[in-house]
């Protein structure tokens, strides 16, 4: 049987953090979701709020909080690029402040935490595939610095916690995820491909759309980091979670286009600077640790997403940053 327990997640009430929270709502643990709602949508957790073991706290991780917790999943920061680089001088301290503060509460209640690192911080790399054991290739001054060297020192706080304090800390690499609940304005490739192929609009590619990423669905991801957080054989990471098939952008669009039917256009727009040219996880240290790798294919995952983009009202989101396509 599982050991019911207090679990916070910060940034619970966004994309990837609803469903963490709906999964371990589900299990019967009792969840706190703390959110600033900065890109969060209330409608993500709003199917939780009448369930006892569900509570919602508007709060922003860069400030201090006292909760007494035994896990918690640390996922909250702007992860879209148009998010992350509205307000740089932010995400870096909800990188750098907001670690600090949870890793304080997991050090004060002796909890086990989760960091929701990124394969950002691989940079654009010049090994691929992505294993663990690469340290990246980095701009230090660029415009997605902010969030990459901001995810490289909380993963290095979360390593100088565990060594000096003896918190007991996981870490995992998150490689492009997708699904429903996507902000339909976030800027990010799936997203507003979808949107786009929906509201007939023509598909912003950038660049030449040679660039490849490789994308997990979430429910694939989900499940990679339940097994992280719980597993007891003493491997707490750093672990890439992601899905090892590698797509062009042009592949992705095309893919788009057959599964809406959409009769849209390709329309190239330049490409954002320092945008990686090549993503892909090595998910060895996954597969023999957490004995993990992602089920759904690409085709399977993106149909099941392009269904919720179909119904839900666009006129109910509005984007939450100036910064998109
Ligand atoms: P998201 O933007 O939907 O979720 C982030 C959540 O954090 C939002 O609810 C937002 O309101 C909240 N937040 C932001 N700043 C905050 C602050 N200062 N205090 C409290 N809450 C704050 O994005 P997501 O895709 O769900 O990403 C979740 C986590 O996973 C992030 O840490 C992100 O870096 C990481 N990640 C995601 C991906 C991906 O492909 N989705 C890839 C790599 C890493
Ligand atoms: N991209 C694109 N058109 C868009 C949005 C993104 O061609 O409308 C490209 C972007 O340049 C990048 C890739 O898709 O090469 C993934 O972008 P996303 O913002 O989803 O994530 P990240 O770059 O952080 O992996």
Same mark, same amino acid.
């Given at each position: ?82 998010? %992350?680089?509205?307000?740089? !001088?932010?995400?870096?301290?909800? /990188?750098?402040? $907001?670690?600090? *503060?949870?890793? +304080? ?16 911080? %691989?940079?654009?790399?010049? !090994?691929?595939?992505?294993?663990? /054991?690469?340290? $990246?290739?980095? *701009?230090?001054? +660029? ?183």
């Amino acid at each position: 049987m599982t050991k019911l327990r207090r679990v916070l997640v910060t940034g619970g009430a966004g994309f990837l953090g609803s469903h963490m929270c709906e999964r371990l709502v589900n299990e019967g643990h009792d969840v706190i979701c703390l959110d600033n709602f900065f890109t969060a949508q209330k409608s993500n957790v709003a199917h939780l709020l009448g369930r006892p073991n569900f509570e919602l706290i508007r709060h922003d991780v860069t400030l201090p909080i006292f909760l007494e917790v035994d896990q918690i999943y640390h996922m909250a920061c702007p992860a879209a690029p148009g998010h %992350y680089q509205f307000n740089p !001088i932010k995400t870096i301290k909800t /990188s750098v402040m $907001g670690s600090i *503060n949870m890793l +304080g509460m997991a050090k004060r209640c002796g909890a086990r935490i989760l960091l929701a690192s990124t394969s950002e911080i %691989y940079g654009d790399p010049l !090994i691929h595939p992505q294993p663990e /054991s690469y340290w $990246g290739n980095v *701009n230090t001054i +660029g415009l997605r610095s902010c969030y990459d060297e901001g995810k490289r020192v909380a993963e290095t706080l979360f390593m100088d916690y565990h060594r000096m304090n003896k918190v007991d800390v996981r870490i995992v690499r998150i490689f492009n995820t997708y699904g429903p609940r996507m902000h339909p304005y976030d800027g990010r490739v799936v997203s507003n491909f979808i949107r786009q192929a929906i509201q007939g609009q023509p598909i912003t590619i950038f660049g030449e759309g040679e660039q490849t990423r490789s994308f997990c669905y979430r429910d694939d991801l989900v499940e990679g980091i339940f097994r992280l957080m719980n597993n007891e054989d003493g491997f707490i990471g750093p672990v890439n979670i992601g899905n090892p098939g590698e797509f062009t952008i042009r592949e992705l669009a095309e893919l788009v286009i057959q599964l809406t039917g959409a009769k849209v256009k390709l329309e190239k727009r330049p490409l954002p600077p320092d945008d990686p040219t090549r993503r892909q996880p090595d998910i060895t240290l996954a597969k023999k640790h957490l004995h993990w790798e992602p089920k759904i294919p690409l085709n399977q995952g993106l149909q099941q997403t392009i269904d919720w983009f179909r119904s839900i009202d666009f006129d109910h989101y509005r984007p939450p940053t100036p910064n998109f396509v």
